[in-house]
């Protein structure tokens, strides 16, 4: 009989789990459980029998204090006795003595992800130095996230490299009455537990939050299982070429705004004369834009500026290249013509995301919280350190980023390098761990769709258009309301109304959305 076929225990892993970690993945997965300690035993020759050679995996650990941890492998398991090299790979918590609480702790060295090894069972990051040492016995402890920030101390030394052994050779289940701190809510069915002989360090997250071993108190658990990973098949974007104007639906997938020269106007005095939520007592709010390269993060930016200037505008480089245009960081303000000043807020421009030159998470990390200043270099080779010119050590609540939007490119969103796609889904799981909104300006739909390239006001009637923003709400993982197309000015040399209209329109609801930030902060303040 084969490994994992003389029972059908129930998996443990819960569907919002696993929604959790196909947004860290960066695709819709299916996850097919392979490998269950307290159904195949726990013994590392066992792990490598069954998971050698199966693609993709999530291993996950209950602890039995109702912590739920693990990692995820995108390459092989294999039983070679080397380092597995990795750039998709991470550690995760997924919730912490019941409670959720999703941290991705992304692995520093992608050369070392994993240890394939016949003695050892699922092992993430470097084991030299500590692959036979067991750990200290201080099981009774009951320790709480340590909550150490990253710019308490040198920030060179806190993005530690994180590790996961979980056990070696073979591990043999006891009675949980036995075992201090046994909790029941990740029980097996036969109420056994494991001493695991392993070893975790989480390092520092993507929240500035340093883990080891005390935060998931110890390696004693209810279960491990492995799980098999594939991606959901979508509906790919670059079939919506074929449609044509025969496939236009008979009405409006979206309410679209007036197309009329009264509508532009209101638009655009909203905009003007949009100002942050007083009691937060900012003059301004930061949205970022951030996406793949050659998606119109500039442009739009341009686009905006020429709206109010009166004429077309290039202030931001633009246009296609093989690599990011945009190397700096840039907090452009716009002005209006018509009053002579600054509208309150600022477009935030940053280094398109690419395959091998891409902004680093720990990057990211600090541009939200405000610890990156205008004109701050992006170095795609290294991460931002305390010492470079441009990082801020103390922001204040104006520095920080109050709404994300996506830019991406409609017209070959379903072909986004998978390491491009894997930073987007990571940039946006540092902006739900801070309950920053974000959207999607999904451009280029003129390329998408022939009716929308001869009048843009067929975006809204355009089953094409429609098709590519519910792939990108798919993609990217949020309701298809936030998606909302735009059309940059790149081959116009004259304002038009109904392009201005489109612009605006997507600009009013991500200030509407920045507002709600700016809310929901003050309640968290006037709580404490």
Not at 22 to 46: A, H, N, P, V
Not at 456 to 472: D, F, H, L, N, P
Request: a neutral charge; proline letters at 4%; hydrophobic letters at 35%.
């Amino acid at each position: 009989m084969a490994y994992g076929q003389h029972s059908k225990p129930t998996p443990l892993l819960t569907k919002d789990n696993k929604a959790q970690l196909s947004s860290w993945i960066g695709k819709k997965c299916q996850f097919e459980l392979l490998y269950k300690i307290s159904r195949d035993g726990c013994c590392s020759s066992t792990f490598h029998d069954i998971c050698d050679g199966e693609g993709p995996t999530v291993t996950i650990l209950y602890n039995t204090d109702t912590t739920v941890y693990g990692g995820f492998l995108s390459q092989s398991w294999t039983s070679s006795g080397n380092y597995i090299d990795d750039p998709n790979a991470f550690l995760f918590i997924l919730s912490h003595q019941s409670v959720q609480s999703p941290r991705m702790f992304p692995l520093t060295d992608h050369t070392k992800a994993a240890f394939a090894h016949n003695l050892f069972g699922p092992t993430f990051g470097e084991v030299s130095g500590r692959d036979m040492i067991r750990l200290p016995q201080n099981r009774g402890q009951n320790y709480l996230f340590s909550g150490l920030q990253m710019w308490k101390g040198n920030i060179d030394n806190t993005f530690m490299q994180p590790y996961l052994i979980s056990f070696q050779n073979t591990v043999y289940a006891s009675n949980p009455r036995c075992s201090p701190g046994y909790g029941s809510s990740h029980a097996n069915n036969s109420n056994q537990v494991f001493n695991l002989n392993g070893e975790v360090n989480f390092g520092v997250n993507s929240d500035g939050q340093y883990m080891n071993m005390n935060n998931i108190n110890y390696m004693l658990v209810s279960d491990l299982e492995v799980y098999s990973v594939k991606a959901v098949v979508i509906q790919q974007a670059s079939n919506l070429r074929q449609l044509n104007t025969t496939h236009e639906v008979s009405k409006q997938w979206r309410e679209p705004p007036q197309w009329s020269e009264q509508s532009f106007q209101q638009l655009k005095d909203f905009v003007s004369r949009y100002k942050p939520l007083p009691d937060m007592k900012i003059s301004e709010v930061n949205i970022l834009l951030v996406g793949q390269i050659n998606a119109g993060k500039s442009s739009f930016f341009n686009t905006l500026n020429s709206i109010f200037r009166g004429e077309i505008s290039a202030r931001a480089c633009a246009g296609s290249s093989q690599h990011s245009l945009t190397t700096d960081l840039r907090k452009y303000r716009i002005r209006n013509r018509a009053t002579s000043g600054y509208l309150n807020f600022r477009l935030c421009d940053t280094r398109g995301l690419e395959e091998e030159m891409s902004m680093h998470l720990q990057d990211m990390a600090l541009l939200l919280d405000g610890h990156l200043s205008d004109q701050y270099k992006f170095n795609p080779m290294a991460h931002a350190t305390q010492r470079d010119l441009g990082v801020v050590l103390n922001p204040t609540f104006q520095d920080k980023i109050h709404c994300v939007a996506f830019v991406v490119d409609g017209s070959s969103i379903d072909v986004i390098k998978g390491n491009v796609s894997q930073k987007l889904m990571h940039f946006r799981s540092l902006m739900i761990e801070r309950g920053i909104p974000h959207v999607v300006f999904l451009t280029k739909l003129d390329k998408v769709c022939p009716m929308v390239d001869e009048d843009v006001r067929k975006i809204y009637q355009s089953q094409a258009c429609k098709k590519a923003i519910e792939t990108a709400a798919d993609v990217i993982g949020i309701p298809r309301g936030h998606v909302f197309p735009v059309k940059n000015y790149e081959q116009e040399t004259q304002l038009q109304t109904n392009v201005s209209i489109v612009a605006l329109t997507a600009m009013r609801q991500t200030l509407v959305f920045a507002d709600d930030y700016l809310e929901d902060q003050y309640e968290l303040q006037s709580d404490q």
